[in-house]
């Protein structure tokens, strides 16, 4: 038990460093008792060491999905009322000029610090893209399996809460579309009727992260691009 | 054993093993020893190679040739210039504080 709770613990820290210092570390675990504040020690220089470590992508696109689950939790919980900030920005955060800068900035560091090829940089906007788009996927997903429902609210709407709706995701839409949707009546038959707006679908909110990465890797190049100008220019001239 | 220190320089994982490495090179378990002794401060594991990773980084203290899974640490000449000058730092400080809080 012991040795297997060891290993757990050491496969928590990035390869590098568990190749550097693992064996002593093992090695002293191993020599002493494995009390609860041991573990909880080595838990946390296990997440600093993998902090230390990480990509700065990686530390920004979980930060992003930190806000976007937030965004998504507190929109089910008590969404906002229609046109506050927050409910449009998470909303549209791919729109937004903030997540474009988020990008471009993101290519300009990987460029700068590896100073490699542009498509690092590139790379690094898309695996932010994906890592904010996981909580979006995720809804899509219950609303395939049927699990969470959707409201639409337009200018005007009062939102419904958790405990009037249960389980339901507030979709904001301002452009009052009209599209034909089935309404199953319980006296009569299934019948499709003219609605003012039109709840997101599913599959296409399942799969709406993955088509902003191609645009997520252009603002990336778009950093990278600006991070080699900016070195050429560091550059000393050489004689 | 040294009354134990719960905040404050005194505790400070990196000067703690600077301060052990200053008697001559120890792997990561005599230097717990050490500074359980001398300081009254138990370093958890995780704490302990957290600071000797960013001393080693820092160039302060660095492997000694030799493998094995008891690879001790020496202290490089700039680990030792720093120490020399933290300590003499918080002797400054800890003489003044000191003096201003005797009875006049």
Redesign the interface.
Known sequence: MKTWIIRTLLRLYPANWRREYGGELTHMLLARPLTENIVGDVFLSALWQRFRAAEISTLVGLGMLLVMLNGFVWNIVAPPPYGSEASMLLQNLWGSNLYVLLLVGCGLWTHLRRRGKLDQSGLAAVKISFLAGIPVMLAGALMLSGVLGVIVLGPGDIPTTFHQHGFTYTYYDATLRSCWIRVQDPAGPLKAVLSTTCPPAPLGVLLAPLFTLPASWLWGMVGGLLGRWIARRRRPVSA | MARKPKTGPASDPELLILSSLASGPK???AM?GDIEAFAGVTL???????A??RLVEKKLIAPESGS????PYKLTAEGATGLTEQLNAMRRVAATGLRRLRPA
């Not at chain 2, 958890?44 to 957290?50: E, N």
């Not at chain 2, 094995?68 to 690879?71: H, K, L, S």
């Open positions: 792997h990561g378990y717990m958890g594991p995780g704490t302990l190679y957290t000797i990773t094995g899974r008891q690879r």
